[in-house]
């Protein structure tokens, strides 16, 4: 089992990333990162509240077909700045976890 | 279910603020929405695919930054107290803090109660003398308001430090209500004060521009009014006048002198007579009388109510303008007696051959300069005293606050005490040789000697160090008793016997 505070760690990248690549809701977000890294909903949630009260995000409601309308995420340039921000951090600290633990 | 999911939900979301719980529970809402209609799952179905309200409201909590609590006891967390910080907060509070609050305490106490003498002195002002000096009134007006204002600013200040601590020790141990403490206490400060009420504010700028205004059109209106800078109660400028008396060439003459304020000079002088210039202000004259019959120059005041504690211009002596008396004794004239009683001013006696030189002042430096004399004693109640070239047998020098400074000084005997300030002792020695003794006694401050030649050497301070040095070692001390009670020693002569 992987560890927790490992994972919740790159959430914030995790989240980022996921709508660097265009707008979407909560719920899907949640999926997405579920998928790959097993992660609970409750400690996603939060995180994207706190995303946008820094601004690296901002919600509007999209009107669905077959049921209320769902409140969408968009990210700001502030968090596309931090994205890459943190992207190129996570980057350097894979080189040099393993850097570290291979020789 | 879901109703009840979301309610329960929204208990354990409670040490959230409201919007943010409400942010929370509209993702859980969403997100029942979506599995009913878009996944076709019933609401049990959803409620079993999530965590448990407890649990998701924990981890929400604590990506909120909150410790959590709320959890069953037995997954209660300790609440730590660090030994490390609390070892620290004890060293902290007796080596800094028991110093610190009563020093910055003393210092609000004493600034805070000068202001009240302040006041008094300025009430006290305008019915001492009858006149009024009026530009010294706004002068002291202006200057006293900016003076409570330092107050109240180190009353500030002092609270600060104060709320910073208790701050400290609270979170040190944990305390729940340590916001509520620390905003009562910020509210006892004037800034506080003056943020809450814009009119105050107004009122206190204001205030403090015609301060500064009153200040400066007090010190033109001096300069305009006396033609210098006088903050004398007394409305009114110096007086010079000079008197002269013919002495025989032989004649041995003795000076008294029992005066208020003024400063004093006794010296020689390429004059033919006795010269006595003075400076004194009109209401209160000095009155000088020579007698033929004893060859006594005595100078007297009636009227001494003029003390020097008294004036608000002592605060800025270096601007207010201050009576003097200026000796001229010929040098064909012998003096027996030089005797000066003053509440304040400097004195100086220069250059005399006489019996016994005698010098009490309440206030005030004294300084003598080659004099030979058997008798020399000086007291004073605050002021340092300075020897330089004197050739004496029984010296004794006393001030209550001043140091004692010493250089070339011949002599048998010296007491020398001072409650607080150096004694600095350069090239002493002794007349007749054997049993020379020297006594030198401080409360709070240094003795320094260098140089000091005689046989029997008494260093006491409670407060500083000793050093004690000499150039010529063949010089054996009979006996050397040095001691500090709080300081070092360092004796850098031979003695026999301490």
Not at chain 2, 81 to 106: C, E, N, R, T
Not at chain 2, 136 to 161: A, K, M, R, T, Y
Not at chain 2, 353 to 370: C, K, M, P, Q, Y
Not at chain 2, 440 to 448: M, R, W
């Amino acid at each position: 089992m992987q560890s927790v505070q490992l994972k919740k760690g790159v959430l914030d990248l995790c989240v980022l990333g996921r709508l660097s690549t265009g707008d979407t809701y909560g719920y899907d977000i949640y999926q997405s990162i579920n998928k790959v890294l097993g992660i609970s909903e409750s400690t996603i949630y939060p995180i994207l509240r706190k995303m946008v009260n820094e601004v690296y995000l901002t919600t509007y409601l999209q009107e669905s077909p077959d049921g209320p309308p769902r409140k969408y995420f968009k990210i700001t340039k502030k968090g596309l700045e931090m994205y890459h921000k943190m992207y190129q951090e996570w980057q350097t600290l894979v080189r040099q976890v393993d850097y570290l633990i291979m020789r | 279910m879901k109703k009840q999911f979301l309610a329960e939900l929204k208990k354990y979301l409670e040490p959230l603020n409201t919007s943010e719980r409400d942010e929370i529970i509209r993702f859980y809402e969403e997100r029942f929405e979506t599995g009913l209609r878009y996944e076709g799952k019933t609401e049990e179905e959803i409620v079993d695919e999530l965590e448990s309200p407890k649990q998701i409201a924990r981890n929400v909590l604590e990506e909120y930054g909150y410790r959590v609590r709320m959890v069953d006891a037995h997954e209660e967390v300790s609440n730590d107290i660090k030994v490390g910080s609390i070892i620290g907060l004890i060293l902290f509070d007796i080596f800094l803090a028991s110093f610190l609050v009563p020093v910055l305490f003393s210092i609000f106490v004493g600034v805070g109660s000068s202001l009240i003498a302040f006041i008094g002195a300025m009430l006290l002002l305008p019915f001492v003398e009858g006149t009024v000096n009026l530009p010294l009134v706004f002068f002291s007006l202006g200057f006293g308001f900016l003076w409570f204002l330092l107050v109240l600013w180190l009353w500030d200040v002092l609270i600060g430090f104060i709320t910073w601590l208790l701050r400290w020790h609270l979170e040190v141990f944990r305390y729940s209500k340590t916001k509520d403490v620390v905003r009562s206490l910020r509210k006892l400060r004037f800034q506080s004060l003056l943020r809450r009420s814009p009119k105050l504010m107004r009122t206190r700028q204001t205030l403090s521009l015609i301060s500064v205004l009153f200040i400066i059109g007090g010190l033109i209106g001096s300069v305009v009014q006396y033609g210098t800078f006088n903050f004398d109660q007394v409305n009114e400028p110096l007086v010079e006048e000079t008197y002269q008396f013919e002495v025989a060439d032989d004649d041995v003459l003795t000076i008294v002198a029992d005066i208020s304020f003024a400063n004093t000079v006794v010296r020689r002088g390429n004059v033919t007579e006795i010269q006595v210039r003075t400076e004194f202000f009109e209401t209160h004259p000095l009155n000088v009388d020579f007698s033929h019959g004893t060859v006594q120059l005595q100078l007297t005041q009636e009227d001494q109510s003029i003390r020097n504690w008294f004036r608000v211009g002592s605060l800025f002596s270096f601007l207010a303008s201050t009576p003097s008396v200026e000796i001229l004794v010929p040098e064909s004239v012998d003096v027996k007696i030089i005797d000066l009683t003053m509440s304040s001013g400097r004195v100086t006696i220069d250059g005399f051959t006489a019996e016994e030189i005698r010098v009490h002042t309440l206030n005030g430096t004294v300084s003598l300069d080659r004099i030979q004399a058997p008798i020399i004693d000086v007291r004073t109640s605050n002021g340092r005293i300075e020897l330089k070239d004197i050739v004496s047998e029984d010296i004794t020098l006393r001030s209550s606050n001043g140091k004692l400074v010493l250089n070339n000084v011949k002599a048998s005997e010296y007491d020398l005490s001072t409650s607080n300030g150096n004694i600095e002792l350069s090239n002493l020695s002794t007349v007749n040789e054997p049993g020379s003794k020297l006594s030198a006694t401080t409360s709070n401050g240094s003795l320094i000697l260098e140089d000091v030649y005689i046989y029997d050497v008494r260093l006491r301070t409670s407060n500083g160090s000793i050093n004690y040095t000499n150039t010529d070692l063949s010089f054996i001390l009979d006996r050397l008793d040095a001691h500090t009670t709080n300081g070092s020693v360092t004796v850098n002569v031979p003695y026999q016997s301490s």
